[in-house]
């Protein structure tokens, strides 16, 4: 140290003064270094990740210094712009992850506080009605009072039909926690319910509907022993089987002219609530081949059923007035007498059913005669018009009397074995202008067709349903 002094001393007095100025600049900038500069070399070499060694060959990490400034003497260093967008980054991600945690917190909060702590339980409890039960009972049995029972059947549906209730049906009761009756539910039929509620006000009550969808159902058969038989086959019910005999019954006698090979298709309806199968409904349309004659049926909104054409199925007389099990005698001119053992024309047709059975009126007309004899028996006849009249004998009871005016397939009277017989059976006659005809092969006279403004509408109708009842028997014969 002491020769740089000397050295310095030998210098001119201009160098001395500009070397002294260049040691403390230097010094100044060794131990006081600029916030850029320092700045500048933190941000390099965090940047390059370069690594650099020292003497001895060992790595001294990028950040580290040489010369490590004191912390008294060190100043901020501001953030750089990349630096400063990172961070808010950050920060926004926290705090949106922190929102949607509270959020959470907040609904799942939320969700466990929905208990309503004045909020009323139900007790719902089925009843069926016994034999012998007043609503009265039943209610007794379910825990209620008489003035329930009393003001319950002040309302004008409920009087209606709980005053009503039948053995088997049953009724809901609802009450609260409280054991006070709410509600009360009565099935009306499939689809509507009666409900009768409970307010602070009194009682009150509506009827509840399901929505009854319509679904179209094919069914067909070939008769191979009795058209009963062919019908249960098809899938068809009792009452199906029989409106489809009343729908042809006009133009075939389901007793004695049926035969082997016949058969028929039927379009129907099934009606269903909620998904569920409540009940059939009308045939739509049906096509009967009874010995190679073809006979059509198709049901208008009118309620009637038409030929496809639009003639009327229904004629003016019933082929025949009773459901019968056979005929034990037919139209004979000649027929021997099976009491005199004469031969006696027998003028009608003796149709065997059970004691009992409705005999019907075949035509609208009036009573001209009612009352008894020793050969008749119990007997109506009926005027139809100046052409028609019918006859009908040996009834167990009349229901008619002389005057009377009827309806076709009104019950005039019940089969019995009054008069003259052999065994109990109707005898039916059929006059024509005076003269007795075979009522089962005599021409009926057509009821009037289809109303001539209605006949467009019906003709497109019948030409889709007869169109859809052909496709749905192509479609069973290539199934066969």
Same mark, same amino acid.
Do not use: C
């Given at each position: 140290?002491?020769?740089?002094?000397?050295?310095?001393?030998?210098?001119?007095?201009?160098?001395?003064?500009?070397?002294? %100025?260049?040691?403390?600049?230097?010094?100044?900038?060794?131990?006081?270094?600029?916030?850029?500069?320092?700045?500048?070399?933190?941000?390099?070499?965090?940047?390059?990740?370069?690594?650099?060694?020292?003497?001895?060959?060992?790595?001294?990490?990028?950040?580290?210094? *040489?010369?490590?400034?004191?912390?008294?003497?060190?100043?901020?260093?501001?953030?750089?712009?990349?630096?400063?967008?990172?961070?808010?980054?950050?920060?926004?991600?926290?705090?949106?992850?922190?929102?949607?945690?509270?959020?959470?917190?907040?609904?799942?909060?939320?969700?466990?506080?929905?208990?309503?702590?004045?909020?009323?339980?139900?007790?719902?409890?089925?009843?069926?009605?016994?034999?012998?039960?007043?609503?009265?009972?039943?209610?007794?049995?379910?825990?209620?009072?008489?003035?329930?029972?009393?003001?319950?059947?002040?309302?004008?549906? *409920?009087?209606?039909?709980?005053?009503?209730?039948?053995?088997?049906?049953?009724?809901?009761?609802?009450?609260?926690?409280?054991?006070?009756?709410?509600?009360?539910?009565?099935?009306?039929?499939?689809?509507?319910?009666?409900?009768?509620?409970?307010?602070?006000?009194?009682?009150?009550?509506?009827?509840?509907?399901?929505?009854?969808?319509?679904?179209?159902?094919?069914?067909?058969?070939?008769?191979?022993?009795?058209?009963?038989?062919?019908?249960?086959?098809?899938?068809?019910?009792?009452?199906?089987?029989?409106?489809?005999?009343?729908?042809?019954?006009?133009?075939?006698?389901?007793?004695?002219?049926?035969?082997?090979?016949?058969?028929?298709?039927?379009?129907?309806?099934?009606?269903?609530?909620?998904?569920?199968?409540?009940?059939?409904?009308?045939?739509?349309?049906?096509?009967?081949?009874?010995?190679?004659?073809?006979?059509?049926?198709?049901?208008?909104?009118?309620?009637?059923?038409?030929?496809?054409?639009?003639?009327?199925?229904?004629?003016?007389?019933?082929?025949?007035?009773?459901?019968?099990?056979?005929?034990?005698?037919?139209?004979?001119?000649?027929?021997?007498?099976?009491?005199?053992?004469?031969?006696?024309?027998?003028?009608?047709?003796?149709?065997?059913?059970?004691?009992?059975?409705?005999?019907?009126?075949?035509?609208?007309? =009036?009573? %001209?005669?009612?009352?008894?004899?020793?050969?008749?028996?119990?007997? #109506?006849?009926?005027?139809?018009?100046?052409?028609?009249?019918?006859?009908?004998?040996?009834?167990?009871?009349?229901?008619?009397?002389?005057?009377?005016?009827?309806?076709?397939?009104?019950?005039?009277?019940?089969?019995?074995?009054?008069?003259?017989?052999?065994? *109990?059976?109707?005898?039916?006659?059929?006059?024509?202008?005076? #003269?007795?005809?075979?009522? =089962?092969?005599?021409?009926?006279?057509?009821?009037?067709? %289809?109303?001539?403004?209605?006949?467009?509408?019906?003709?497109?109708?019948?030409?889709?349903?007869?169109?859809?009842?052909?496709?749905?028997?192509? %479609?069973?014969?290539?199934?066969?």
């Amino acid at each position: 140290m002491g020769k740089v002094i000397t050295l310095l001393k030998l210098l001119p007095r201009l160098h001395q003064i500009i070397l002294s %100025i260049l040691v403390v600049i230097t010094l100044t900038v060794v131990f006081l270094p600029s916030d850029d500069a320092q700045a500048s070399r933190s941000t390099n070499s965090a940047l390059s990740g370069s690594v650099t060694f020292s003497d001895e060959g060992k790595a001294i990490a990028p950040n580290a210094q *040489a010369y490590p400034v004191p912390l008294a003497f060190r100043k901020p260093v501001p953030p750089s712009a990349a630096e400063i967008a990172q961070k808010a980054s950050k920060a926004n991600e926290v705090d949106l992850s922190q929102t949607a945690l509270t959020s959470v917190t907040t609904d799942h909060d939320a969700e466990e506080s929905v208990i309503e702590p004045n909020k009323i339980l139900e007790h719902k409890e089925q009843f069926t009605v016994r034999s012998g039960d007043t609503l009265a009972a039943l209610f007794k049995r379910a825990g209620l009072s008489a003035r329930d029972v009393y003001e319950i059947t002040q309302l004008p549906k *409920a009087k209606k039909n709980l005053l009503k209730i039948m053995p088997g049906e049953e009724i809901e009761i609802v009450k609260n926690d409280a054991g006070e009756l709410t509600k009360v539910r009565y099935h009306l039929d499939p689809i509507s319910t009666l409900i009768i509620s409970k307010q602070n006000s009194g009682y009150s009550e509506e009827v509840e509907t399901k929505q009854v969808e319509n679904r179209t159902k094919f069914a067909a058969a070939t008769i191979s022993s009795n058209f009963w038989n062919a019908g249960v086959g098809a899938g068809l019910t009792p009452n199906q089987i029989m409106q489809l005999a009343t729908i042809f019954g006009w133009d075939i006698d389901f007793a004695l002219d049926l035969r082997q090979g016949d058969n028929f298709s039927i379009l129907f309806e099934e009606e269903y609530a909620d998904g569920e199968f409540l009940r059939n409904g009308n045939i739509l349309a049906a096509e009967f081949i009874n010995q190679g004659d073809k006979y059509t049926a198709v049901r208008y909104k009118d309620g009637s059923y038409y030929s496809a054409e639009g003639r009327s199925m229904r004629k003016a007389f019933l082929r025949s007035p009773v459901d019968f099990k056979y005929v034990s005698s037919s139209f004979n001119p000649r027929r021997l007498h099976p009491v005199t053992g004469q031969v006696k024309a027998h003028r009608g047709v003796d149709y065997v059913a059970a004691v009992g059975t409705p005999i019907k009126a075949a035509g609208k007309g =009036r009573v %001209i005669k009612s009352g008894y004899n020793q050969y008749n028996g119990n007997y #109506v006849f009926i005027k139809h018009n100046e052409t028609y009249t019918t006859k009908y004998l040996h009834l167990k009871k009349r229901k008619v009397k002389q005057g009377q005016t009827v309806k076709q397939g009104q019950v005039i009277g019940t089969l019995g074995s009054t008069g003259r017989v052999t065994g *109990a059976h109707l005898h039916y006659e059929f006059i024509v202008n005076g #003269v007795h005809r075979n009522p =089962r092969t005599v021409k009926l006279p057509q009821s009037l067709p %289809i109303d001539k403004k209605e006949k467009q509408q019906f003709l497109a109708l019948s030409q889709q349903l007869m169109a859809k009842l052909e496709q749905q028997q192509q %479609i069973q014969l290539a199934a066969q």
